[in-house]
């Protein structure tokens, strides 16, 4: 009770006012922060969308990847058996 008293005492010299518990400003301070909050989550929920939309797309190019490859192994097997039957008709034919 002593500090309080002394508070007073002070605070009457100065002529200072006293202080509410909580001013004006912090709460609108605490109303922008929240808001800032808000808007934060929103575009980290836009970013999270926007990347899953990045991995799907990466996921179908892979299968399209997947499916050349093996359409280029596919031409390569054939264009290797095709040469073999040309050699091997013509050492035939040569003989």
Known sequence: MIAVE???K???TTG?????????EFFFLLNRIDRLDEKMSLKFEDIRKEITDV??????VRKEIGGIS????GL???MLVG?????????????
């Open 76 to 78: 390569l097997a054939t």
């Open 70 to 73: 093996r359409w280029a192994f």
């Open 83 to 95: 040469f073999a039957g040309v050699i091997v008709t013509l050492a035939l034919g040569l003989r």
């Open 10 to 12: 002070e605070t009457a």
């Open 55 to 60: 991995r799907k797309e990466v996921n179908d």
């Open 16 to 24: 200072d006012h006293p202080h509410r518990l909580v001013s004006e």
């Open 6 to 8: 002394e508070t007073k």
